[in-house]
Every structure is written in structure tokens, then in C-alpha cells.
């Protein structure tokens, strides 16, 4: 016959390790917690650094530098190394960094219609562009280089955005965005 000591001495251990079993689930839903927490803070800090990056460009296949992407360093960069990325004949949209420019041509091997789009005359950087005009979702290879922050030597960057110009026009949340797009 087992006696109520037995039984209360059987409940308390089972109290006691279903309190301890509760423990472990409530430190890890503490340790998820701060992993998600992390994640997320990688992820914006990520998204910062792809909208205003620090050198070279971001392409985007979608309009205000949304959608698939990739990033580039200085050079020439042709439709291989473009498909092998993001696609060719995929890029809407860009992000270039301060002291960098991109000329953009609409076929392979550099030829085709070109545009180049460059640091503001500010000398701002990061920031973002739609391509329009025969540009959008038709580069097919494109030129990024660094631009002298020397503001005499700025004439090197055969086309500056100052407002619209052919090719390209601000993305959402840039100076001269016009809603449009």
C-alpha cells in the first residue's frame, strides 16, 4: 500500500521536475528571443549598408532598390559576370556610393546606348536611382569606377544627376524623387 508520504514525496519530485522542465523551455524561448533579436538588427544593418553603401554600386531588379541584388566593385563588369549575379537585362534600379560613378551600355561588350550616372555635384553619396529611358531592365554591361573627390577633377564623370536627366531619375526617398515610377 503506498502511504500519502509516498504520495506527497512522488508529487513533489514531479513538481519539481516539471518545474525544471519549465525552466529549460522559458530559457530558451529567452535565448530565441535574443537570436531573433540579433537577426533582425543583421538585417537592417545589412539593408543600410545595400541602400547606402560605402563603395562601388548595387544593382536592383525591382524600382526603389527593392528586389534581387548585387553588389559591385570598381571595373568593368560585362553581361557574363552581370547574368551570373542578378540576370542580364534585369536592373531598375541602383545604389552608388559617395566618390563613384557607373556608365551604364545597353549591350554587350561596353557598346550599345550608354548613360553615365555620378556623385551629385554635393558630393553626397549613396544615393539611389530608377533607370528609365531604354535603361531599365536593357544594361547589359556597365563601368563602375571611383570619382577624384578633387572638385576640379569632377568634369572626369561625363554625366552628373542634377535633377532628371536621360536614363535614370531619384529613387523613393532620394532629393528630386518625383512619385513616379
Known amino acids: 500500500m503506498i502511504s500519502s508520504l509516498s504520495l506527497r514525496?512522488?508529487?513533489?519530485a514531479h513538481d519539481e521536475d516539471l518545474a525544471g522542465f519549465l525552466q529549460v523551455i522559458l530559457e530558451n524561448q529567452s535565448i530565441e528571443s535574443e537570436r531573433a533579436g540579433r537577426e533582425t538588427a543583421t538585417k537592417a544593418a545589412d539593408a543600410e549598408r545595400?541602400?547606402?553603401?560605402t563603395s562601388g554600386v548595387y544593382v536592383f531588379t525591382d524600382r526603389n532598390c527593392k528586389g534581387?541584388?548585387?553588389g559591385f566593385g570598381g571595373g568593368r563588369h560585362d553581361m557574363d559576370d552581370i547574368a551570373r549575379q542578378i540576370g542580364n537585362d534585369a536592373i531598375s534600379s541602383l545604389a552608388i556610393a559617395k566618390g563613384w560613378s557607373i556608365t551604364l551600355f545597353t549591350a554587350a561588350g561596353f557598346s550599345g546606348e550608354r548613360t553615365t550616372i555620378g556623385p551629385r555635384r554635393d558630393g553626397v553619396g549613396g544615393d539611389?536611382?530608377?533607370l528609365t529611358?531604354?535603361?531599365?531592365?536593357?544594361?547589359s554591361s556597365?563601368?563602375?569606377?571611383g570619382v577624384s573627390a578633387d572638385?576640379?577633377?569632377r568634369n572626369q564623370v561625363t554625366s552628373t544627376y542634377h535633377g532628371?536627366?536621360?536614363g535614370y531619375t531619384p529613387a523613393k526617398g532620394q532629393e528630386g524623387y518625383s512619385g513616379e515610377g
Open 142 to 145: 556597365f563601368i563602375i569606377t
Open 133 to 139: 529611358d531604354g535603361f531599365d531592365n536593357e544594361v
Open 50 to 53: 545595400i541602400l547606402n553603401p
Open 68 to 70: 534581387k541584388h548585387a
Open 164 to 166: 532628371s536627366a536621360t
Open 151 to 153: 572638385p576640379s577633377r
Open 128 to 130: 539611389q536611382y530608377n
Open 9 to 12: 514525496l512522488s508529487r513533489a
